[in-house]
């Protein structure tokens, strides 16, 4: 029988900063191995910056992106409320409304990390 078996295991909520990951595979045999790896978590507040530079990068022009750029600018002054909850939705619906404007992979992209955003704000 084979068996893996992982600290932190897969499914485990990771605490924000850099967790090491260390996993043990073994045979019937009696063969085993071990390795590990790093998985960084983000903030919510990291993550909003970060999708805020996308935006920017995008050289879209400024009555496109500026909109968008506000939305997430400011949920970024108070990331866990629900104003903040509130804007990136308006974010999400405004990607939607300027979605002829924008590159449909790029609307995909940003709505998702928005939406992933809003759950680690714990929006509801």
Avoid: H
Avoid at 14 to 26: E, H, L, M, Y
Avoid at 40 to 45: E, G, I, L, R, W
Avoid at 52 to 71: D, I, K, M, V, W
Wanted: hydrophobic letters at 35%; a neutral charge.
């Amino acid at each position: 029988m084979t068996s893996l078996v992982c600290i932190l295991e897969s499914g485990s909520r990771f605490p924000i900063g850099d967790n090491t990951v260390k996993c043990t595979a073994s045979d019937a045999a009696g063969n085993s191995t071990s390795k590990s790896f790093e998985i960084t978590v983000v903030d919510a507040p990291t993550q909003l910056r970060n999708l805020l530079q996308y935006l920017l990068g995008l050289g879209l022009s400024n009555g496109t992106t500026n909109p968008l750029a506000n939305e997430l600018e400011y949920a970024l002054t108070e990331p866990a409320s629900s104003m903040s909850c509130k804007k990136m939705s308006d974010f999400i619906n405004m990607l939607i409304k300027k979605s002829r404007d924008l590159p449909s992979e790029e609307v995909a992209y940003m709505t998702n990390e928005a939406r992933r955003i809003r759950t680690v704000m714990e929006c509801r």
